[in-house]
């Protein structure tokens, strides 16, 4: 018991990892311009899919975390690193420009007229809510997870995953009173500060990479 409760206390700093990088304040104008024409109910439904897509998305490549690394001959040390200068180079790209994998879609009329009504998958759960920064995450904490404690480790980071979810979810579900309360600049500061965030994430990864490469040179 005492073990468990250790462990959830991680659970806060997985969603304060992992939410400054899905960022759901920046899909906020992508998921209001893909539904502008549908009614609340099918709105809600897009919310609530793009959601669930975003969460089975994160935990397959946290499950298929260790997987990869063994096809691909791949250290932990190695993953915690590159996971954390693409979390990195995504932070700056926040504190600097104000832009995320959101701002990076497509939502021109005739792109949006091409398309089908269901926007869940893509583009508003990939790459906008579950991008190569958030999934970069994801398989950061899972290379984290004791082999000691392999079921709770696991049980923990999804467990932060559906909570981060749950606020992307509850993010877009108010997006239009959001998106009229702070408007365009308040969103832009909002994700700068998130890339402050993001970008001490990122170097707590490399630093943890860095100290278990010197650590097996030295053994």
Known sequence: MEELNAAVKYIPAIVLGLLPI???LSTIPLFLALT?????????HQA????FYAFAILSAFLFLGNAIIS???????????????????LAFRMLFTGETDASTV???????KRATLDFSFSPLAMPSLAGPGSIAVVMGYGSQIPADNNVIGHAIVVVGVAITVMIAYVALFFSSWIARA??????????KVMGFLLACVAVQFIASGVREFVVSFGS
């Open 36 to 44: 502008k024409h549908m009614p609340e109910k099918a709105k809600d």
């Open 71 to 89: 096809l691909f001959g791949i250290s932990l040390a190695g993953i915690r690193v590159a996971g954390g200068l693409i979390i990195l180079v």
């Open 106 to 112: 497509d939502e021109s009329p005739d792109q949006i």
């Open 48 to 51: 609530r899919m793009a959601c």
């Open 22 to 24: 899905m960022n759901p």
């Open 182 to 191: 702070l408007g365009e600049h308040g969103i832009e500061a909002v994700t």
